[in-house]
Every structure is written in C-alpha cells, then in structure tokens.
C-alpha cells in the first residue's frame, strides 16, 4: 500500500473510502498529500462531503467518474477527500473561505489549493462540463492551474486578503452584553417570517431549531403571542410537511421549497437530536398533541434505525437508494392506487396526492387535511409495510460522541416531559462516554468499528456535559457530575481562549485559522452549547468559575451577536441563562415522588439537583438547605431560591411560576 492508499484508507469513512471506487486517485486529508503536492509542484483539489450528501453521489459518479476529468485531475492535481462529519474542523474553515470568495458553501464543497494549504478557489457542485449556467469541471480545472502556473503572485495576495478577512472576523469583537438586546433579534425574525407556510425567509428552508427555541423561551416567559405565533406556525408546519417522514418518523434536513414539502432526503443524529428536543418543550408549552406524535415518531426512527447496540447512536441515513434521491420514501400515485385499492381516495385527500406536480411524477408524504380513525390506521399500515419491503437507505454507523450525547440528552428530556424516548439506552449512552472520558482523558470524535475515531471537538465536550447533568437528574449518580466537570475542565483548559472556545484543541496544521464558532447551522453553535453547558455546570455544582468562562466567551463574541442576530440565537439563549441563571430545583432528602415532580415541571432548561447522599460541592445555598427540613425542594432562579417545598402537588406548578416575571425582557 502506497502513501496515497494508506493516507486514504487511514480515515475509515464510508465517504473517503468510496474514493478507492473511483476513478481519481484521492489522497485523504493528511499532511502527505500536501507534502507530495509541494514535491510534484501541483495544486490540491478538495472534495468536501458525506455519506449521506446527495448532490456529492452525483459529483462522485458524473463528474469524478468522468474520464476525462479524472485523468486530468490525476496528472495535475493531488485530489484529497474529507468527510465533513468526521473533520468538522477542516469543513469549518473551508466553508467559511467558499462564503467569502464566491457567497456560495455547502456539500459537496470543491476547494482548490495551493501545497501550503493557501485557498486559491471554491465551489459548490460541478458538472463535468458547462450546463444550466453551472461552469464545467474541466474548464475550472484548467483555469486554477493556469492561475497556479502562471499567477504566483496574485495567488498569493488573494490568499493573503482572504486569510485577513477569516481573521478579522475570528478576532475578538467584545461589548458589554445586554440580554435586551433579544429585542432586536426578535424584531428580525418577525420581519422574515413566513406568515403562510412558517419559518424565516424563503427556499430553501431548513429547521430554524435555535430560533424555535428562543421564540419558546421568549413566549413562556414574557407571554407576547406573536412569539408563540411564530414557534407554533413553523412547527406545525415541518411536523405536517414533507420534511418530516410521516410513516416512519424523522426529519430530513431541509426543504427545497418554501413549504416544506419537497426535502433532500437525508436524516442526520444531529440535527434530529435538536428537533426531539423542540417538539417535547413544544408539546409542554402548547400542549399540542401533533408535537408529541411528531417526538414519538423520531424516537420511532431511533428505534428502527439508529440505536448502537453498546450505546451511542448511528450518525446518518443516505439520501439515495440506488443513485435515486428520496427512492426509499417516494411514491408513485399509480403504486399508491394499488396498494391501497378502495381506500386510494381517502389517502389522495389526507396527503393531497393530486394537489402538486410532483418531480418525476412521485409523490413525498405530508398531511394536507387530518385523518384519523380505523382508515387512517388501515392506510398508514400498508404503506409502513410496504415502505419495509424497499430497500432501506444506507446507514452510517460511525457513532459521533457530541451528537449521541445530543440525542441522549433529548430522550433523557422527552422521557420526563412527555414519556417519550428510551431511557435506558440514553442512560446507557452517558455511561460508555464516561468510562471513555475517564480511562483516556478525552474524548474522541466518535467511535467506527468498535474503536475510537479522531478527537473531540468543541460542541463534543458541551453536549456530552449537558447530557451527563440530564443523566445525573434522572439517576442521582455523582459519576455523571464527576465527568460533566472533567469535560468542563478540559474546555476551560484546552478550548477557551481571548476570542472564545475554539473549535477544536489543536487547530490542524495545514489550516490553521482559529475558529470560534458563533453562528448557528441550523444546529446549536459550538460557543452557545458550550455556554449552556457550562452556566448548567456551575449551576449545579455551584462553581462559579465555569459560568464566568462562559460569560468572558459570550463577551468575547458580542459585537458578533449584534450584527449577526437571529443567526446566533443559540448565543442570545446562552447569554440569558448565564445572566439570570439557569433555573433549577434541588431536592435534598430520599422524595422519588418530589424528584418525579421535579423532572415532569416544564420550564426553559431548567435543571434537576437531586440530593439523596452525601454532597461534594460547597454551595452556601445548598449546604443551608441540607441543613433544613428532609425531604424537601427548592427552586433556585433569578439570583434566589425558593422556601422549602414539601408537597409534589405543588411542586409543578412552583417550578414553573418561582421568579418567572424577573425572566422578562425589559419592555
């Protein structure tokens, strides 16, 4: 094996590893392929995606599997492979540079560049050739060479004012951080609201899960209807649209249209973690049933799909089925007439099957009118049958550590808010990243054929502390703080620097821009989980030193938040709770019953302390309480706690009103 196939091979991702399938001969991402770059004097051409990446299966089979263009990549270029969800970092700085130069990122993501990792030119998808106003691969691949023959120079200054501008942007940008400022970014986002079909903006749309989230938050505690308005319109519709699988549960990515109703295909952990997460506190808030169904129906797909069997779940679902996007969950209508025979009418008005044209004459499920009753049963029994006859797309079964945690934290969430979600699996989760994070001292980024795959990067270490605090309030086990803080440590040691927590430890060596990620995409930002976690962390513990990093890093990225506004929603959440605390109840004594009640009240992040033993932490407010009545609750928010509460009756509903208005923004 060469240094090229070993470099290759050493990634083990199902989207790398397809290289050795094609017709150019990739290099994966390693110092190697630049080093044989600068020794060849030939630039670098990156290919940026994912297993589950449609638009990627394309440029792999029509474009890179094209004669010509591979055997002139191969004579010209060192050609490298990075799978975004095993290397977020390299896909970070890389799509940062595509923004910048073109206004255009995402996946696939074809970067050129010069053997010292210099970025000469990016773009999305390209055909092999000229097509519907999109440039050729060919002619793109003959004009960066010609640049990198014959332009030195003006390659090199080009570097050098894109690289000032990565950096102006990572630089610092401090303010005094006003909560108030939430006004604004609510403003914006009234302003870009879809009033017809929900959202913000136009196609294509995807889940705006921190903005959901901030408008939730907003809505409980300050009572403005145009909040709950907005959070309720767009929820309904993803939950009734084609974005979400309606036999077997799930949300696809995004929607390629303004009303949500033709997807790309693919399911990813992360982005289905965050949205269990919504739809419980959403179904707590509004009390809507559909929000639980839609929760039941991601757990569902959990359940089907994407459970590790050790703990820890899957990362993706493919698009494709055989080179045909979404062919797993279309319909044709003439199929749907024979399989579903005298009920077909029902069926066509329940899903507005002759209401669309729809592409390649196949239909994507939504709910255009309700159905319910023994039809609607009948109908949905014979499609999930026949839906489990097909082929089933193909899973990626790398278990990333941030995203497992994600979604550990949100069945943890939904089985006390809504008694949705497994937890026992959730559980069993948290323990297998914890005795990780104990025997080596860090995490990795995940793990992929029972052994572990690269490192942690910053949103890992936050989520995984997030989760372990849910998996402490559910099981009063001190070894779920006792990993939270180590976790904690490590991002105050090892990630917290002057321009916030960096993106990942040790910055790669052949793009070393810093990262301090801030913007949502449409998952949480790496900073504002971060922050949350870690204002939770001291909350629980009562150590301040983990809530004051996380300020000095919301400071640190202010001046961004302003200019940027509903895009860091998740920074204008974390900066809220980090100001007034984030609400939580601590119950000391032996109470099953005062922590079930504890664990069932619905409020904004608020978090369970239960106390049935001895206590390592040395808050004064805790300790007093120790000292007080047995069993007994108290509700701490807003800079005080709460009387003793001895009644689980009363419990709920104390919980959730104990120093709410101080929670308001300032009118």
Known sequence: MDARERCLSSSSSPFVLEGLKSRVKWWGWC??????????????????????????HVMDERTYNDEEVAEFINKHFIPVKVDRDERPDVDRRLQE??????????????????????????????PPRREMGLPGMLEVLEAVLRAYREKRGEVEKFHEDLARELK?????????????????????????????????????KFPPITQLELLMMRHFYDG??????????????????????????????????RSWLIPHYEKLLIDNAELLAVYTKAYRQFGKALYKRTAEGIVKWLDEFMRAPEGGYYASQDA?????????????????????????????????????????????????????GPEAERIYQILIEARRKRKPPFTDTTVYVGWSCAMAYAELLAS?????????????TLERFGVELGQRGRLPRGFRGGGPVGIAALEDYAYCILAWIEGYSHTAKLEFLKVAESAGEILLAKFLEEGGFKDVETVDEIIPTPNYPALDTPNF??????????????????????????YRAVSALYGKMERVGPAASGLWIALDLLTLGVPRTVIVGESPELITAALRAYRPWHVVVP?????????????????????????CAGGACSLPVREPERLEKTIEEFMKTKYALPL
């Open 611 to 635: 106390i049935t033993g001895n206590w390592p932490y040395k808050d004064p407010a805790v300790r007093a309480m120790l000292n007080g009545p047995k069993p007994a609750a108290y509700i």
């Open 416 to 428: 006390r808010l809504a008694s949705v979600g497994n937890k026992y699996h959730a559980v069993r």
């Open 224 to 257: 403005v209807g145009i909040y709950g308005k907005m959070a309720e319109r767009t929820l309904d519709a993803m939950a009734l649209g084609g974005v979400y699988d309606q036999l077997l549960g799930g949300f696809f990515r995004y929607s390629t249209d």
């Open 168 to 204: 102006k942007w990572h630089s610092p940008s401090p303010g005094e951080p006003r909560r108030e400022g939430q006004a604004e970014v609510l403003a914006a986002l009234a302003a870009s609201f879809d009033e017809e079909y929900g959202g913000f903006g136009g196609a294509p």
């Open 31 to 56: 110092k190697e392929a630049f080093e044989a770059a600068e020794r060849e004097d030939k630039p670098v051409l990156v290919d940026v995606g994912a297993v589950w990446c449609h638009w990627c």
């Open 97 to 126: 540079a595509a923004q910048l130069i073109s206004g255009q990122s995402g996946w696939p993501l074809t970067v050129f560049m010069t053997p010292k990792g210099q970025v000469i030119w990016a773009a999305t998808y390209l």
């Open 320 to 372: 494709d089925v055989d080179g045909e996007e979404g062919g797993y969950y279309r319909w044709s209508l003439e199929e749907l007439k024979e399989l579903l025979g005298e009920l077909y009418p029902v069926a066509s008005k329940h899903f507005g099957l002759e209401e669309y044209p729809w592409p390649e004459g196949k239909a994507t499920l939504r709910v255009a009118r309700p159905l319910e």
């Open 525 to 550: 930002s790496g900073n504002a989980v971060a922050a949350i976690a870690l204002a939770t962390l001291s909350e629980v513990t009562g150590d301040a030193k983990y809530k004051e990093a996380a």
